[in-house]
């Protein structure tokens, strides 16, 4: 049985990270489970025994991978999120790592963008996702000229 790992997220606002799983889930073609706070779902391992963690945003371990198990975003006292990813999914299914990772990058650019179209100073301006020979991801404001 694979072990639970909770992992520290930078996501803290509710609509924003429902709205990233749920774009994310579209653009890589699989359903989200998306769960009202305080009626979170149970987990479940790679053979379908179900876990004690519970989550409010739920990726299913049909989408993840054939011997994944499910991924989920569960809300902390603190009001920030922690993802709970599976030990073997974190360290060994590139498919769980593509979907956390859109996740966290989507999560962001519309945080970024809530920003941008607040402010004054970049009005009219778009934020572009962008990728560096290097791998990492850049969120770029570009100005309409």
């Excluded at 963690?53 to 975003?73: P, Y």
């Excluded at 519309?110 to 996702?129: H, I, N």
Aim: aromatic share 6%; glycine share 6%; hydrophobic share 30%.
């Amino acid at each position: 049985m694979s072990e639970y790992l909770p992992v520290e997220t930078s996501s803290a606002e509710e609509k924003l990270l429902r709205e990233a799983i749920e774009t994310v889930a579209q653009e890589l073609g699989f359903q989200a489970e998306i769960h009202e706070q305080g009626r979170e779902s149970h987990l479940h391992g790679y053979v379908g025994d179900q876990r004690q963690q519970t989550a409010q945003f739920i990726v299913r371990r049909r989408h993840v991978g054939a011997v994944s198990n499910d991924i989920g975003w569960t809300r902390q006292e603190d009001g920030s999120y922690k993802l709970l990813i599976s030990r073997y999914d974190q360290r060994s299914c590139a498919n769980a790592r593509q979907i956390t990772e859109h996740v966290d990058i989507e999560y962001k650019r519309r945080l970024v963008e809530r920003q941008v179209k607040r402010s004054v100073r970049f009005r009219g301006a778009k934020v572009q996702t962008t990728r560096t020979s290097t791998g990492a991801v850049q969120l770029q404001i570009v100005m309409r000229g």
